[in-house]
């Protein structure tokens, strides 16, 4: 079975703070996605990986940075957290065929206060 | 850019019965994906059941099936026999062979079951 993993469930932290959301997974596939997802937004990418150090933005990169330095890796960092990215964030990994589903990490709920 | 739209915030149905959820999508190419996921309550997203849209037949998984209607661009779930399992957020989503192979998702309906 595939299986991505993030490494928190849940995190609290405060206005300004620099914060790493990370994602692994184990199936060697070539893209990862961070997604936020919102009520009654959905899920709304925020950036995507089709390769180890490349990245490319989303919908709504504005606030974010990504990093991926090994292919089972992919980070999401938020350099001053705010208060509007409270949210939910869920990680998803896929392989390049178009008919092939992501795979999608158990999230992370992140309150910012 | 496509865009995805699920009209139903949240349905309910009664145990044993079938439910049907909507999802319209907006697109101008012709060779594409169309997804249905489920996220039950606190765990993880998964695939309910996938449809090419060059293959007129429907896609069905189970008790899952879909009503595939490319001309209107609709891609209606059919739950039926629906289980207290079933509940949860479903998403509908697109994926484009051409635009970085991204998803785009539908804002969710959340589906009750009802004893």
């Known amino acids: 079975d595939v299986k991505v993993t993030q490494s928190s469930r849940y995190l609290v932290k405060r206005t300004g703070e620099k914060v790493f959301l990370e994602c692994v997974q184990d199936m060697d596939h070539e893209n990862m996605f961070w997604y936020r997802q919102d009520p009654g937004l959905g899920l709304r990418l925020i950036y995507f990986s089709y390769d180890v150090k490349m990245k490319e933005k989303g919908d709504i990169p504005e606030g974010y940075s990504v990093s991926r330095e090994k292919k089972e890796r992919f980070s999401l960092i938020l350099e001053s957290a705010s208060t509007n990215q409270t949210s939910m964030y869920l990680c998803a990994s896929g392989g390049v065929s178009t008919q092939e589903t992501q795979y999608f990490g158990p999230g992370t709920r992140l309150l910012v206060l | 850019a496509q865009t995805v739209t699920q009209s139903q915030p949240e349905m309910s149905v009664q145990e044993a019965e079938t439910v049907t959820l909507s999802c319209t999508y907006d697109t101008s190419e012709s060779d594409y994906y169309l997804f249905w996921y489920k996220q039950p309550p606190s765990r993880q997203m998964i695939l309910v059941i996938r449809q090419e849209a060059y293959k007129q037949q429907n896609a069905t998984e189970n008790r899952f099936s879909v009503n595939f209607q490319k001309a209107a661009k609709s891609f209606s779930l059919k739950i039926s026999d629906s289980q207290l399992g079933d509940a949860a957020m479903y998403f509908c989503?697109?994926?484009?062979?051409?635009?970085?192979?991204?998803?785009?998702f539908g804002p969710g309906t959340r589906l009750s079951v009802l004893p």
């Open positions: 989503a697109y994926r484009s062979p051409w635009d970085g192979q991204n998803f785009v």
